[in-house]
Structure formats: structure tokens, C-alpha cells
């Protein structure tokens, strides 16, 4: 059986209340919300894997993190995203760029494509910027709105949370949208 994999953050529930809030705010775009449970930052996509493939990355997966300390993610602004994108296909968070997630992100990548039956997975050449998706826009009813009356849904903010885990997680899609499931929970090394 195949599964569509991926590595995550998952939010702290005050941080995801506050991503929430923000979506109160924009309700009368024409967005589908992502749920609450749904908020997090997606370090490494995988794709589609194999029960063997899945169980390997999750036992690579809690090597590599327990070999890093937990550190800060400082979230700055709600924009549209992704960047010079138009029209725009989402709503997102977005976050200052760190080293410690940087060297976090390298080394799982580079633990997860060298192992056997995993190298050849291929993940996103450009470069890493950590986001959030709020909600993802409809294009056909965006399309309709003026240029000019389409609203501006920047804002700057501080927000910031400590990274204690990663997860690895499943994605599959449902009728009702799609549906997260952790498969695999890895902690940082403790200090």
C-alpha cells in the first residue's frame, strides 16, 4: 500500500488559536480555511511510499532529530503566497529563515535520500522558506473579484513558538478535504 508522506512542525494550540483569529478576520474571502488541527510547516515532502519506505523514515527520522537541540520559530507576516505568484493560490504565514531549521531540514534530507530503498526520493530544489497555509484561494470566484477591490491580507506580527518535535505524517484525501494523520512523532534531543 502506498501512502503520501510527509515531515512537519505542528503548531502549539496558542499559536494555532491566533492563525485562527487572523482567519476570522479575512471570513468573506473566497478561501477554503484550512482546519485548525490541519496549521503546521511541512520540512520535506516525500511523496508516495511504501509500508517498508514509511517505516524506514520514521526510524530515520527520530536518529537524525534527536541529534538537535529545540530552538525558536519566529513567525513575521500573513501575505499571499507563494511569492510573485498571480494570481495568488493562497494565504500563508510565513517565517524568519533560521539556522538551527535550516541544518534541521539538511540533515533529514540528507539521512532520509541516502538510505537504502529511500534514495530515490527527491525533495524541492529551491530553497527552504518556512510558511504556513491558512487557506488555499478559489481561483474561479477570485477571478471574478476587481483587481482593485481585492483585498490586502498583510500584516506584520510577531508570533514565536519553540520546536520540540518533528512529525512524520500522512496525508490523504478525502471528500471533505484532507485529513492529517502522525505517524511518527520525534523529539529533540533534550538538554
Known amino acids: 500500500m502506498n501512502h503520501r508522506i510527509f515531515i512537519a512542525i505542528n503548531l502549539p494550540k496558542d499559536i494555532k488559536t491566533q492563525l485562527l483569529n487572523y482567519q476570522k478576520e479575512l471570513k468573506n474571502l473566497p478561501i ?10 511541512t520540512l520535506i515532502f516525500l511523496g508516495y511510499l511504501k509500508d517498508e519506505q514509511v517505516a524506514e523514515v520514521c526510524k530515520k527520522s ?6 538537535n537541540a529545540p530552538f525558536l520559530i519566529n513567525l513575521t507576516e ?3 503566497g507563494p511569492p510573485q505568484k498571480m494570481p495568488p493560490r493562497m494565504v ?5 529563515k533560521s539556522q538551527e531549521l535550516a541544518n534541521l ?7 532520509l535520500l541516502g538510505g537504502p530503498g529511500l534514495n530515490n526520493l527527491k525533495t524541492e530544489a529551491r530553497a527552504f522558506s518556512p510558511h504556513i497555509t491558512l487557506g ?10 476587481d483587481p482593485e477591490e481585492r483585498p490586502q491580507v498583510e500584516k506584520e506580527f510577531s508570533l514565536s513558538f519553540e ?3 518533528i512529525e512524520v505524517m500522512e496525508s490523504q484525501l ?3 478535504g484532507v485529513e492529517y494523520t502522525i505517524l511518527e512523532s520525534a523529539r529533540l534531543k533534550e538538554e
Do not use: A, F, M, P
Not at 527520530?62 to 541529534?67: F, G, N, R, S
Not at 500563508?92 to 524568519?96: A, L, N, Q, S
Not at 531540514?105 to 539521512?111: C, G, H, Q, S, Y
Open 163 to 165: 520546536v520540540q518535535s
Open 174 to 176: 478525502k471528500r471533505g
Open 62 to 67: 527520530k536518529e537524525v532529530v534527536q541529534k
Open 78 to 80: 500573513i501575505c499571499y
Open 105 to 111: 531540514k539538511d540533515n533529514l534530507e540528507k539521512e
Open 136 to 145: 488555499r484561494i478559489r481561483q474561479w470566484e477570485w477571478l471574478r473579484i
Open 92 to 96: 500563508w504565514v510565513t517565517g524568519e
Open 32 to 41: 477554503r480555511w484550512v482546519k485548525e488541527d490541519n496549521l503546521h510547516i
